[in-house]
C-alpha cells in the first residue's frame, strides 16, 4: 500500500532532497560548450556559396584570396534591374557592382579594362557569366565607367583587392561611393605643338596655376593617399589637410580651361562631388 510523502519517514525525506540536491551541483559543474569558429572562415555576412551548375556545368564557389585572372568582361542591366541577386540584395544597374562565378559575396575586386586603361574597384554581390571565356559580368554603371557598355565586351584583368574596412562596409549607391570610383590611366601625351616666344609660359603666370579639382573630402588620410593615387591618370594629385580634421583629395593645379575639363571627366567617372577649387 502506498501513502501519501506526508506520512513518509523524516529520513527518506532528508535523503531524497540532499540526492536532488547533489545531482543539481553535478550537472552546474560540467563545462558548457562554446560556440568557436574556424579562423578561415569567411567575415560574417560574407556568402561562400555551395556548388552549382548552370547549363550542365558545375562551378565550386571558394575564397580565393590571390585570385587573378584574365578574360573577358560582359555587362548586364535592365532586364535584371530590382530583381535579386545571388546574394539577396536587390541588382541596381547604377551601382558600381558585377557578378563572378565563384568569388565570395561581398568581394572585393579591381578591374582593368586592357582595352582602354581604364580602372575600376567594384564589389562583387552576384553570380555569372555563364558563358566560356567571360569571367566578370559588369553592372551598367561599372561597365560605363570601364567604357565597355557600348563596344558590350572588353579584354579585362581582374584581380582580388582588400580596401580598408570601413569602405569593404559601405554598400551606399555609386553617388556615396566617391573613394571607390573608376580612374583611368595615364594615356600617352598627344605631340605638343612648339610654343610661339611671345605667348606667357604657365611659369611667369602663377594665377593661371591656381585652379583645383577636389574630389573628395575623407576623415583618414590612408584612405585620402590611396585616393590620390588612383588619380593620377588625370593630372597632379595630392592631399591636404583641412581644419576641420578632413584630408581633401585634389587634382591640379591647372589652367581654368583644363580645370574645367577635368571636372567634366571626373564627374564622367564617377565622381559627382567633385567641384573646382580656386585659390
Known sequence: MLYPLRYWPMQFNQFFVISCAL???????????????SPASPAPGVKVGKPYQVFGKTYIPHDDRTYEERGIASWYGPTFHAKPTANGEIYNQDDV??????????????VTNLDNGRQLVLRINDRGPFVDGRIIDLSRRSAQLLGVDRVGLANVR????????????????????????ATTAPQPKAPVSPVVPSAPSLATSP????????????????????????????????????????WRVRLGPFDSSRAITILEEIHLAGYPEARLIYE
Do not use: I
Open 23 to 37: 545531482l543539481m551541483a553535478a550537472c552546474a559543474s560540467q563545462p558548457k560548450r562554446v560556440a568557436t569558429s
Open 97 to 110: 557592382t558585377a557578378a563572378h562565378k565563384t568569388l565570395p559575396m561581398p568581394s572585393w575586386v579591381e
Open 158 to 181: 581582374v584581380r582580388r583587392v582588400y580596401p580598408p574596412e570601413d569602405w569593404a562596409r559601405n554598400t551606399a549607391p555609386l553617388s556615396r561611393q566617391v573613394e571607390l570610383a
Open 207 to 246: 594665377a593661371v596655376l591656381r585652379n583645383f579639382v577636389q574630389v573628395a573630402a575623407v576623415s583618414d588620410r590612408g584612405r585620402a593617399e590611396w585616393l590620390a593615387q588612383n588619380l593620377v591618370g588625370y593630372g597632379p594629385a595630392a592631399t591636404h589637410p583641412a581644419p576641420n580634421g578632413l
